[in-house]
């Protein structure tokens, strides 16, 4: 059976509807935290969410910020990035993937790097959430049959984030296109919850274009200091069956180290 899809206008609208629902709100959108000439690795603010799971954020990188981000996934995978920024509101980044590196797998497989670009326009206030656009050129579980990942890369993609009239408490919609081939439009509903800087809970409802195909992401982060933190999540919630190279379609449990810091 055909999956059921959803009509690329009604994923746009239904976006454009969450931005006018959080623009009612009276809290206004969160700021990016100043570079100061005395900032340093001591400061106790938290650096800027610029991911959740899998899904985007507004946030970026402070200028002359970088960051570093492992993910371990299934069958001793691991997916690395490297972020910088490198004007302000401007994140420019770099990511390469390597199937079974850790483990006792004995055929390593590395996949082609891929760049991600991120350009902060808006920065809300307390009428508009803040908005970003940007492309991410990485996809998930590698498919060697297709040649191609079976999770398709997110493509050009634009997002809003804010804050839902509890402190902490955000939600980051977004749409992008994956294949201009295609120009199939698929929607991402994510919601942050951040518990009193020292956890963060992350949900999002990704890659919605029909029901088959999209995931619903959890998971949970840890502050381990203001500048590192720690992701444990599981992806593909209740999803079932098998890709054409027989690579499950979920769930997926991954943990995800990030280190975010200015030169």
Request: with cysteine; charged share 20%; hydrophobic share 40%.
């Amino acid at each position: 059976m055909k999956p059921r899809s959803f009509p690329a206008a009604a994923v746009l609208l239904a976006g454009l509807a969450a931005s006018v629902f959080a623009a009612s709100g009276t809290v206004a959108s969160p700021k990016i935290r100043a570079k100061r000439a005395e900032s340093s690795a001591s400061d106790s603010a938290l650096q800027p969410d610029t991911e959740i799971i899998d899904a985007p954020t507004t946030g970026v990188l402070d200028y002359r910020g970088y960051a570093s981000r492992s993910r371990f996934y299934s069958q001793g995978g691991v997916l690395e990035y490297l972020t910088f920024g490198v004007y302000p509101g401007v994140d420019l980044g770099a990511s390469a993937a390597g199937d079974g590196i850790i483990g006792n797998e004995t055929n390593v497989r590395m996949r082609a790097p891929t760049a991600q670009v991120k350009y902060r326009f808006y920065e809300g206030d307390q009428e508009l959430p803040s908005l970003a656009m940007g492309f991410d050129g990485q996809g998930y579980l590698y498919n060697t049959v297709s040649k191609r990942f079976n999770q398709r890369q997110r493509g050009f993609y634009m997002v809003a984030t804010r804050e839902l009239g509890v402190p902490g408490f955000q939600f980051h919609p977004s749409f992008n296109i994956s294949d201009f081939d295609s120009n199939a439009v698929f929607g991402c509903l994510p919601l942050t919850l951040n518990i009193r800087d020292k956890a963060e809970l992350l949900v999002e409802w990704d890659n919605i274009n029909n029901i088959v195909d999209s995931r619903l992401n959890a998971g949970l982060r840890a502050f381990l200091t203001p500048n590192f933190h720690v992701d444990f999540a599981v992806r593909a919630i209740g999803a079932a069956g098998h890709y054409s190279d027989g690579a499950p379609r979920g769930p997926e449990r991954i943990v995800q180290l990030k280190y975010s810091n200015s030169f």
